[in-house]
T-cell receptor, first 109, second 114 residues
Framework: DAKTTQPPSMDCAEGRAANLPCNHS???????VYWYRQIHSQGPQYIIH???NNETNEMASLIITEDRKSSTLILPHATLRDTAVYYC??????????FGPGTRLSVLP | ETGVTQSPTHLIKTRGQQVTLRCSSQ?????VSWYQQALGQGPQFIFQ???????GRGNFPPRFSGLQFPNYSSELNVNALELDDSALYLC?????????????FGPGTRLTVL
């Protein structure tokens, strides 16, 4: 079973920030938080990952709470092309991912 | 683009047949993982190969088997196909070894079993 829980769906207005939450209350000290997204029928696309510090790259920001029991993926200016299923995964060494059902994000015009 | 390719894109087989799916990893990536994604669900881990040896397996029967070759290519073989094997099959490559790693997925092969 996946070690994460995510809301099944979210809507976001185009141009606004999309904030996708993830709970991982049983995360171990050496497990990372990974985020991927999957646009319909394509392979999952890597977005970002982190251990305990907040991370930012050209796609998104990852905010991890101090107790590491939850995190938020932030897409700062959502576009229609960001409509996808977003998966939050915890894994020790980036291997053997256990995917949950993810969050279906719909970006609305 | 992730540099991970898969073939074929689509495949139709009948129950009881055997199928081989192929994956070409990013150059330099020693690890390849295979996932099965049924419609409407998240990908499920099948197994992983590291330097041509199986290095972890999910809850899949032995009729799912694999090979990894020195040229960064790999295969997923499924024998005695069942209707429930219809799914998108994804491979993902990563550096492997001691690295804290990131997996890069290919576009997948859509298998339909009739």
């Amino acid at each position: 079973d996946a070690k994460t829980t995510q809301p099944p769906s979210m809507d976001c207005a185009e141009g606004r920030a999309a904030n996708l939450p993830c709970n991982h209350s049983t995360i171990s000290g050496n497990e990372y938080v990974y985020w991927y997204r999957q646009i319909h029928s394509q392979g999952p696309q890597y977005i970002i990952h982190g251990l305990k510090n907040n991370e930012t790259n050209e796609m998104a920001s990852l905010i991890i709470t101090e107790d590491r029991k939850s995190s938020t993926l932030i897409l700062p200016h959502a576009t229609l092309r960001d409509t996808a299923v977003y998966y939050c995964i915890v894994a020790r060494d980036g291997q053997n991912f256990v995917f949950g059902p993810g969050t279906r994000l719909s970006v609305l015009p | 683009e992730t540099g991970v390719t898969q073939s074929p894109t689509h495949l139709i087989k009948t129950r009881g047949q055997q199928v081989t799916l192929r994956c070409s990893s990013q150059s330099g990536h020693n690890t390849v993982s295979w996932y099965q994604q049924a419609l409407g669900q998240g990908p499920q881990f099948i197994f992983q190969y590291y330097r041509e040896e199986e290095n972890g397996r999910g809850n899949f029967p032995p009729r799912f088997s694999g090979l990894q070759f020195p040229n960064y290519s790999s295969e997923l073989n499924v024998n005695a196909l069942e209707l429930d094997d219809s799914a998108l099959y994804l491979c993902a490559s990563s550096l492997g070894g001691i690295y804290t790693d990131t997996q890069y997925f290919g576009p997948g092969t859509r298998l339909t079993v009739l």
